[in-house]
Every structure is written in structure tokens, then in C-alpha cells.
């Protein structure tokens, strides 16, 4: 589990994320909208779609009475199911669905919003809902106060912002963070912190919220279209793990990342049990000794976003890679992208969380290496390689740490 950013890393190539619209019954990914009555609407877009797969992004907008917890339910036309969420706790019984909020993002005032997202399954349709509920109301795009509005203003006014804007971690979490982030300072890109322009931020914000990997498969192991499917929504799984701290937290723009597989690099085509051409293919194109995805198509290669000799074009640019390597344990992970065993991914490929792979994706997006110290009172956490095998409060306040300290270059 390498340490990103302090010396450049290897080139090791990198794959997927692009602009994701995807095809959703008959055109592409669109977005709907249920308008609701006393106090709601809802917009429901699917950012990206797979063969089985989809990613949806909703945003509540509440147009009544102010409220400190929610619960919105709908019911699936098409026999989805959701698969995981971020920004919501979602629970299911056959087509009927309830999201609720989580603790960061439970108030939404009078004219304010709120936004969640989810990876789902689908077959033979993908059709979205057509009516939603917000605390039992239905969402019809008006709104009937239940209290009048209030004429003179509250004689104590908030003192401390929403825990969804600002900077305002716990208070047992100050000093580990400026801990964590003056070792940054001191040790990160030989002093290039803040020139640095190919952190995971950078590709989302240049991609519109996006990203796009390419898979290196360096393993003799035959790969079927089921396990190609299965890879690519586990990799859009465990980047929202991270993104999914950032729905609605101090400005950042999106209520996921969507993440989009481009393509697969091998050193035998037969390897690939699958004829279609929904991604691009690399044949033997060897560089350290494994598989590489067309460098004239990675951003890696081309920071300046010129992919002009990208045999597929822009749109088949890839963000990062993920190297999946035959016998390999641990991991490392950097601006390129992540490198794990082919055997451990493909082993835990359904899994919620895949721990090795969510340690090597926070180091695409900065985080640090935890070897030789921890900070001042905190456990385990994801970042501490071998410590927790999910994200922690704690990982997640250095993910919105390294936002507040970049979201200025991006003009937010």
C-alpha cells in the first residue's frame, strides 16, 4: 500500500471514468421528475446504466416546513433493486423502497435540498418511479405549509452551520486532522502539494463528475461477461464509498461519481470470454511487464486532456487503472489508479466492501499512508492499512479535508 503522491509513482497506466450517460429504455440515461404536493419534489436521474446495472442520483427538494429527519419511499416499476447507497440508509421489501437520512444530512429547510444516491440491478426494463413520499407526504411540487411562517426572526439564531456545509468536523477529530494534514505539508511531492494537478479530485472535476478506468488483467484467468459486469459495478461501488461522504458536504457539486469501464488490456484476447465491443480491448501491449491500456488514451499520460491520439477518442479516455495482478497481496495505489490481486478481487467482487481496494482508492484521492505513526486519538481506521475494513468517520473527515484544502483551484 504505497504512499501516493511524495515521489511521483510509477507509471503503472489507468483506466475508466468518463462523461457516464447510459442508456436507459430506448435513449439515454434521462432525468425524471415526480412533483409532489405539500412540501416536495423529487428528481430522480440515472447518471450511468450497464448490462444489469445503474447508477441513480435523487435530489429532495422540500418546499414545506422545515424538517430534521426524512424518510422518502417509492416503489420500483421495474423490479430493481438497490444494491448500495451513499448519503442515505435505504431499506427494501420487494418493490417498495425507503431511504432515510444518515446523520450528516437529516435537516433540509424550507426551500432547501438534499441529495442521495444508490447502485442498482435491473433486467429487461430500467423504467424510473413515478410517484414518491417524503414523511408520508406524496411529492407533487406545491406546498401547503402546516404552520404559518414565522413574522419576526428567532430571538437565538443557529449558531454553528448544517453538518452538510462548511468545515466542521467533530470536536475529537480537530487535532488528529491538523495533525494528519500538517504531515501532508511536510512530506507530500518533494513540496508540490498544491501544484500537484492529477489527484482523484482533478479527474472528477475535469470529467464533470465523473471518472473512467481501464482494467489491466495481468492473469492467465479467463474472464466471462458476467465477472467483466461484475468488476465494473464494483469498482463503481467502492469509489462512491468514498464520494458518497461528499454528497452535499461543503460545496462539493455531486451527489455521486459515476464511474464507467472503458476498457480491458490482456496479453491474449482469448482470455476475454466476451465478443461485444462495449468497451476497447488491448492486446499485449506490454509495459512492466503486464498488460497496458493505450497510453495516448490515459490521463495519466496526458494531463493537458489532449487524447487526440486515443484510438476511441475522448470519450474512451481513461482516468485510472485498476491493475489486477495474479498472485499478488496487498495493494498500492496513486494518481494512476489502484493495483490488487486478480484472486481478491475477483473473490470479493460482490462484496460491500473490499477493503484492500477502498485503502488503495483513498490514496488516488490523497489520503496518506499510516506505517510509522497514528494520530492523536484515533483506532483503527481504513487508511491504517490492516485497522478497519470499511471507511471510518475518521477516513472520511481526510477525504472532505483535502476538498476544503483543493476546492478553491476548481472555484468553489
Known amino acids: 500500500m504505497t504512499r501516493p503522491f511524495r515521489i511521483r509513482p510509477k507509471r503503472f497506466g489507468g483506466l475508466a471514468g468518463a462523461a457516464t450517460a447510459l442508456l436507459v429504455v430506448g435513449g439515454w440515461a434521462a432525468a425524471t421528475s415526480a412533483e409532489a404536493a405539500t412540501g416536495c419534489r423529487v428528481d430522480y436521474a440515472v447518471g450511468s446504466q450497464?448490462?444489469?446495472?445503474?447508477?441513480?442520483?435523487?435530489?429532495?427538494?422540500?418546499?414545506?416546513?422545515?424538517?430534521t429527519s426524512w424518510r422518502l419511499a417509492w416503489a420500483f416499476p421495474s423490479q430493481q433493486q438497490v444494491t448500495q447507497a451513499w448519503g442515505a440508509t435505504v431499506t427494501a421489501a420487494g418493490s417498495q423502497v425507503t431511504a432515510a437520512n444518515v446523520s450528516y444530512n437529516g435537516t433540509i429547510a424550507n426551500g432547501g435540498s438534499v441529495s442521495f444516491g444508490?447502485?442498482?440491478?435491473?433486467?429487461?426494463?430500467?423504467a424510473a418511479p413515478t410517484s414518491f413520499t417524503l414523511n408520508g407526504t406524496v411529492c407533487t411540487g406545491t406546498s401547503t405549509p402546516t404552520t404559518p411562517p414565522t413574522t419576526t426572526p428567532p430571538t437565538t439564531p443557529p449558531t454553528t452551520p448544517p453538518s452538510t456545509s462548511g468545515w466542521n468536523p467533530p470536536a475529537n477529530l480537530v487535532t488528529p486532522l491538523n495533525e494528519v494534514w500538517?504531515?501532508?505539508?511536510?512530506?507530500?511531492?518533494?513540496?508540490?502539494?498544491?501544484?500537484?494537478?492529477n489527484y482523484g479530485w482533478d479527474q472528477v472535476m475535469a470529467n464533470g463528475g465523473t471518472l473512467n478506468y481501464c482494467v489491466r488483467w495481468d492473469s492467465s484467468a479467463p474472464v466471462s461477461t458476467a465477472l467483466r459486469d461484475q468488476i465494473h459495478t464494483s469498482i463503481n461501488r467502492q469509489v462512491n464509498k468514498w464520494m458518497g461522504y461528499m454528497a452535499g458536504h461543503n460545496g462539493w457539486p455531486y451527489a455521486s461519481v459515476p464511474v464507467k469501464v472503458v476498457g480491458w488490456a490482456v496479453r491474449d484476447r482469448a482470455t476475454l470470454q466476451w465478443t461485444?465491443?462495449?468497451?476497447?480491448?488491448y492486446v499485449n501491449n506490454i509495459r512492466?511487464?503486464?498488460?497496458?491500456?493505450?497510453?495516448?488514451?490515459?490521463?495519466?499520460?496526458?494531463?493537458?486532456?489532449?487524447?487526440?491520439?486515443?484510438?476511441?477518442?475522448?470519450?474512451?479516455?481513461?482516468?485510472?487503472?485498476l491493475w489486477l495482478t495474479a498472485g499478488m497481496g496487498g495493494g498500492a495505489g496513486g494518481d494512476w489508479g489502484q493495483r490488487i490481486?486478480?484472486?481478491?478481487?475477483?473473490?470479493?467482487?460482490?462484496?460491500?466492501?473490499?477493503?484492500?481496494?477502498?485503502?488503495?482508492?483513498?490514496?488516488?484521492?490523497?489520503?496518506?499512508?499510516?506505517?510509522?505513526?497514528?494520530?492523536?486519538?484515533?483506532?483503527g481506521f481504513i487508511m491504517k492499512a490492516g485497522s478497519a475494513s470499511t471507511i471510518t468517520e475518521f477516513d472520511a473527515w481526510m477525504l472532505r479535508d483535502w476538498w476544503r484544502h483543493l476546492k478553491s483551484r476548481y472555484g468553489y
Open 182 to 197: 500538517s504531515h501532508v505539508e511536510s512530506t507530500y511531492n518533494n513540496g508540490n502539494l498544491y501544484g500537484f494537478r
Open 118 to 126: 444508490f447502485n442498482g440491478s435491473w433486467s429487461g426494463a430500467n
Open 341 to 379: 490481486g486478480s484472486e481478491y478481487m475477483t473473490s470479493n467482487v460482490n462484496a460491500d466492501n473490499i477493503h484492500i481496494l477502498l485503502h488503495e482508492i483513498g490514496h488516488s484521492f490523497g489520503l496518506d499512508d499510516f506505517y510509522d505513526w497514528t494520530p492523536t486519538g484515533v483506532g
Open 50 to 67: 450497464w448490462a444489469g446495472g445503474f447508477t441513480a442520483n435523487v435530489t429532495i427538494a422540500n418546499l414545506g416546513d422545515p424538517v
Open 288 to 321: 512492466e511487464n503486464a498488460p497496458q491500456c493505450s497510453e495516448p488514451c490515459g490521463r495519466f499520460f496526458h494531463q493537458d486532456g489532449n487524447y487526440s491520439g486515443c484510438p476511441g477518442g475522448a470519450a474512451r479516455h481513461y482516468d485510472m487503472s
Open 276 to 281: 461485444d465491443n462495449s468497451v476497447d480491448v
